[in-house]
């Protein structure tokens, strides 16, 4: 396979005993646990630790703890937190980003330049488009369109922002997002859901809804206080 893209693999590529082959130019932490027949692509790197820096409103930590399930694929330059797991038969695209916490179940497609935020929960079977922000959980069967934005906190302080807690939103199973839609924290979606692109979800939706078009409207002059 690795031939057919013009790679030597007698000099570009190690091949562990249970058949994993990780390009020379892959950073690999030692704690990584690679099951069966997975293909790690090249400047990938498997094992990153948060950075902790006063700038950032959230210090955040991840134990030395990554498993990488059977035939699992992780593209260029894609970047893998410690405290995650990925399921078997996984496509985690190029450049993709995958945060400490993160649980993905098998078969899943995260496409190019998609973030999958810290602590995210994800099924079996979804689908997550190129530019794609997800934070939050989602059942199996998912699919998730071309830049879709969870968002995970409503206060709105820039003068004295303190982070507490994240409330992202929760997914169903079967539930469809077009691209371009953004669901705000703490709303619940259903089992069976379809959203319509670049729809804004203010509130919960039940099982079975469907939800189109943008909410936005002129209001007064927000005071930051």
């Known amino acids: 396979m690795l031939e ?3 790679f030597d693999t007698n000099n570009d590529w190690k091949t562990l005993t249970n ?3 990780i390009h020379k130019t892959a950073l690999i932490a030692p704690w990584v646990r690679f099951d069966d027949n997975c293909i790690v692509y090249p400047y990938a790197i498997v094992g990153r630790l948060p950075d902790l820096s006063s700038a950032l409103a959230r210090q955040a930590h991840a134990a030395k703890i990554l498993t990488i399930g059977k035939s699992t694929i992780l593209g260029y330059h894609s970047i893998i937190y410690g405290n995650v797991k990925i399921g078997d ?4 695209g190029d450049h993709g980003f995958i945060r400490e916490g993160v649980k993905i179940g098998n078969n899943c497609m995260i496409g190019a330049y998609v973030n999958i935020n810290y602590d995210s929960k994800i099924g079996n079977n979804c689908r997550f488009q190129n530019g794609t922000i997800f934070h939050g959980e989602c059942g199996e069967d998912c699919f998730f369109g071309l830049g879709v934005i969870c968002s995970n906190d409503k206060r709105i302080d ?3 922002y303190q982070f507490l807690d994240s409330h992202p939103p929760k997914f ?3 539930v469809f997002v077009g691209s371009g839609s953004n669901v705000l924290p703490e709303v619940v979606i259903g089992d069976d859901v379809v959203i319509g692109a670049g729809s804004l979800v203010v509130k ?3 099982t ?3 939800v189109l078009g943008p909410i936005a ?3 007064i002059p927000h005071v930051w206080v």
Request: aromatic share 4%; hydrophobic share 25%; glycine share 24%.
């Open 158 to 160: 820039l003068n004295n």
């Open 217 to 219: 409207k002129t209001s």
């Open 89 to 92: 038969g996984c496509l985690i």
């Open 4 to 6: 057919e893209f013009g």
């Open 208 to 210: 079975g809804g469907l």
């Open 172 to 174: 169903g199973k079967r």
């Open 19 to 21: 058949g994993t082959q």
């Open 204 to 206: 919960d939706v039940e």
